[in-house]
């Protein structure tokens, strides 16, 4: 084995450990935190520090992560 396949073996190792570790996350867990309120549901005014509902998440705290936003979107363009 060459220094280089060496090389590029053990750098696509970890890369296919971590795109199938995400694929697996967004199988089973497709809702994450939502990243303007951080999963409380709840958002600050800029100005007078007042909550108020996230209106980013619908009020849930989740959103879609993008992972699971593009397999459902494959999968409504592939019949």
Request: charged share 20%; proline share 9%.
């Amino acid at each position: 084995m060459t220094p280089t396949a060496a090389l590029l073996a053990a750098l696509a190792l970890p890369l296919t450990s971590v795109t199938f570790g995400y694929i697996l996350l967004c199988w089973v867990r497709p809702f994450g935190p939502c990243p303007h309120c951080h999963g409380t549901a709840r958002t600050e005014s800029r100005f007078t520090r007042r909550t108020r509902p996230c209106r980013h998440c619908d009020h849930t705290g989740l959103r879609l992560r993008v992972g699971r936003r593009a397999y459902n979107t494959l999968r409504r363009l592939l019949p």
